[in-house]
């Protein structure tokens, strides 16, 4: 069983910073990319930030300059690091993990259960 766990959201003033973490635990072969989405109610979920299969991560034009991603691979981590923090960062954000569960298993995506981040003075 792969579990993806969040920490990290919570009510912030606008300017203000927050740091997301996400580990991944359980047993798998590898993982191929990590990254952080977002959604609002009655949205479709977007990219915030993600590592894919290339070392470079992306990051949605809204949050360039402003969010930083990171990753432990020892510790199958991913983190983001916000700053400068707008009410419209407000939403639900969600670990996305690409895993394969075996070496001959295509990559199959895993989600975290979600941490609500506040933006709001």
């Known amino acids: 069983q792969v579990q993806l766990v969040e920490s990290g959201g919570g009510l912030v003033q606008p300017g203000g910073s927050l740091r997301l973490s996400c580990a991944a635990s359980?047993?798998?072969?590898?993982?191929?990319?990590m990254g952080w989405y977002r959604q609002d109610p009655g949205k479709q979920r977007e990219l915030v930030a993600a590592?894919?299969?290339?070392?470079?991560?992306n990051y949605a034009d809204s949050v360039k300059g402003r969010f930083t991603i990171s990753r432990d691979n020892a510790k199958n981590t991913v983190y983001l690091e916000m700053n400068s923090l707008k009410p419209e960062d407000t939403a639900v954000y969600y670990c996305?993990?690409?895993?394969?569960?075996?070496?001959?298993?295509?990559?199959?995506?895993?989600w975290g259960q979600g941490t609500q981040v506040t933006v709001s003075s």
């Open positions: 359980g047993s798998f072969f590898s993982i191929t990319g």
């Open positions: 996305n993990a690409k895993i394969r569960r075996r070496s001959v298993y295509a990559p199959a995506d895993y």
């Open positions: 590592f894919t299969s290339r070392d470079s991560p």
